[in-house]
């Protein structure tokens, strides 16, 4: 779960914890035999996309918007 909310923080590990407990259980819900492909997904994006993980998502935000073009 730190990986998912960003380890170093106590909010990274709680954020973490609530977003993988959603997503399994709707994608389990959804389709019971391939849910970890869902899972695993998931972690792709985050770990690529977000190395910091989703608690860095505000400060990414905040850096896109005020960049100059």
């Given at each position: ?12 590990a709680?954020v973490?914890?609530?977003v ?23 972690l792709?994006?985050i770990v ?16 896109l ?5």
């Amino acid at each position: 779960m730190l990986i998912v909310g960003g380890a170093g923080r106590l909010y990274g590990a709680l954020v973490g914890t609530l977003v993988f407990m959603v997503v399994h259980h709707i994608a389990a819900g959804i389709d019971p035999f391939n849910w970890l492909f869902v899972i695993g997904f998931m972690l792709l994006i985050i770990v690529f996309a977000l190395p910091k993980g989703l608690i860095s998502l505000p400060d990414r935000l905040v850096a896109l918007l005020r960049r100059k073009p």
